[in-house]
């Protein structure tokens, strides 16, 4: 089985903080993603990566980060939090090859 | 510019019976399109998906249908149970492995015993 894990669940941060979210996948996928998740505006992706260090923006990019150094991990920051950052954030991985795509848990984070 | 809708938000449903769960897209470069569950504070999981070399998926009580010429898909589920209430989301995609998912919206369907 797929397995995506997010390190943090649930984070509460002051605005001004720089956040790391990290994800690690351990399928050997290729591709890797981060979405953030809010009522009723779907899931909307901020930055994925075909590849170790590479990354390509997403839909919402702006206030966000990311780092790839290894292929099983991919980092999202937030350089400065801001409150409607608050969102559960999503980490997904697939294959090359594959259509699929697999989410990790997702982590809530509140910024206070 | 959405480029996959989910236009009804919600749905409601009596135990047993079919829950029907619509998607429209309007990129005809989509071949392949997947839907996923996702329960509260849980990531989305995969539950079906349709390349549109098809017009139609079957797994267990699940089943989905693709309209091409109407860039029309639906989620059937048949018989639908209370542990199915949750939001599903509609995605597309180019049948490559590099070419992101687009996601609708989300509709929540909940079932009621």
């Known amino acids: 089985d797929v397995k995506v894990t997010q390190s943090s669940r649930y984070l509460v941060k002051r605005t001004g903080e720089k956040v790391f979210l990290e994800c690690v996948q351990d399928?050997?996928?290729?591709?890797m993603f981060w979405y953030r998740q809010d009522p009723g505006l779907g899931l909307r992706l901020i930055y994925f990566?075909?590849?170790?260090?590479?990354?390509e923006k997403g839909d919402i990019p702006e206030g966000y980060s990311v780092s790839r150094e290894k292929k099983e991990r991919f980092s999202l920051i937030l350089e400065s939090a801001s409150t409607n950052q608050t969102s559960m954030y999503l980490c997904?991985?697939?294959?090359?090859?594959?259509?699929?795509?697999?989410f990790g848990e997702g982590s809530w984070l509140t910024v206070v | 510019d959405q480029q996959v809708k989910q236009n009804s938000p919600s749905l409601s449903v009596q135990e047993g019976r079919i829950s029907i769960l619509n998607c429209d897209y309007t990129?005809?470069?989509?071949?392949?399109f997947l839907w996923y569950k996702k329960y509260p504070a849980e990531g989305p999981t995969f539950l079906i998906s349709?390349?549109?070399?098809?017009d139609k998926n079957e797994d267990g009580r699940f089943t989905v249908f693709l309209n091409k010429s109407a860039k029309h898909l639906s989620l059937h589920i048949v018989p639908s149970q209370p542990g199915d209430s949750a939001v599903y989301f509609c995605?597309?995609?180019?049948?490559?492995?590099?070419?992101?998912?687009?996601f609708g919206k989300g509709t929540k369907l909940t079932v009621n015993p």
């Open positions: 997904a991985s697939s294959s090359q090859a594959g259509n699929t795509i697999y």
């Open positions: 399928m050997d996928h290729e591709n």
């Open positions: 990566s075909y590849d170790v260090k590479m990354k």
């Open positions: 990129n005809s470069m989509f071949d392949y």
């Open positions: 349709i390349s549109s070399i098809k």
């Open positions: 995605a597309a995609k180019r049948a490559s492995g590099s070419e992101k998912l687009v």
